[in-house]
Antibody, heavy 117, light 107 residues
Framework: QEHLQESGPGLVKPSETLSLTCTVS?????????WGWIRQPPGKGLEWIGT???????NYNPSLRSRLTMSMDTSKNQFSLSLTSVTAADTAMYYC??????????WGQGTLVTVSS | DTVMTQSPATLSVSPGERATLSCRTS??????LAWYQQKPGQAPRLLIY???TRAIGIPARFSGSGSGTEFTLTISGLQSEDYADYCC?????????FGQGTMVDIK
């Protein structure tokens, strides 16, 4: 099955923008499926962030919608997340995943993002 | 949002015995309920979807049941590799939501 790998800065300052990229190998993201992000604050439960369909259509968690943008670059087989105006509450392990509709099926290993000055 | 309540928070089970985990949803979710296993430092792994369908490669000792608002994950004959966190996830209502998890540890 396909392999997903998250990348991005591990440290972001408060009020700045958190940007992460997920690189997919073994499957062309423009061919199908939903591609999404999930996060897990330290010691807490998982939170669904959103998905982007292979056509570019997005679905965002309403709690994050005002700060969130997801995009995809099929030429690089990557999809990305941008979260603006971050606070300490955005500190979390961020996972990307290939989803069937809104069901995450195959996950990346995750990347820890800390929001701190 | 649909609140997912898992019980117990921690379940101590001896190897070879059965573990029964519960997930209750605050709203009707039909059978759009999944279970994930998560081990320290690893990504969650999909075990069960649509309440009772095992994902590819998942052993038959994992089974799911329930519908509506009450769901159960059963692990029959617990093996050493099964000691982990388990969380439920609903994808019927918007936005999708996860439970807080049940930790299964060695008794």
């Amino acid at each position: 099955q396909e392999h997903l790998q998250e990348s991005g800065p591990g440290l972001v300052k408060p009020s700045e923008t958190l940007s992460l990229t997920c690189t997919v190998s073994g499957y062309s993201i423009g061919s199908g499926f939903f591609w999404g992000w999930i996060r897990q604050p330290p010691g807490k439960g998982l939170e669904w962030i959103g998905t982007i369909y292979h056509t570019g259509t997005t679905n965002y968690n309403p709690s994050l919608r005002s700060r969130l943008t997801m995009s995809m670059d099929t030429s690089k087989n990557q999809f990305s997340l941008s979260l603006t105006s971050v606070t300490a509450a955005d500190t979390a392990m961020y996972y990307c995943a290939r989803s069937e509709q809104q069901l995450p099926e195959n996950w990346g290993q995750g990347t820890l993002v800390t929001v701190s000055s | 949002d649909t609140v997912m309540t898992q019980s117990p928070a921690t379940l101590s089970v001896s190897p070879g015995e059965r573990a029964t985990l519960s997930c209750r949803t605050s709203q009707y979710v039909g059978r759009k309920l999944a279970w994930y296993q998560q081990k320290p430092g690893q990504a969650p792994r999909l075990l069960i979807y649509d309440a009772s369908t095992r994902a590819i490669g998942i052993p038959a000792r994992f089974s799911g049941s329930g519908s509506g608002t009450e769901f159960t994950l059963t692990i029959s004959g617990l093996q050493s590799e099964d000691y982990a966190d388990y969380c439920c996830y609903q994808y019927y209502n918007w936005p999708p939501t996860f439970g807080q998890g049940t930790m299964v540890d060695i008794k």
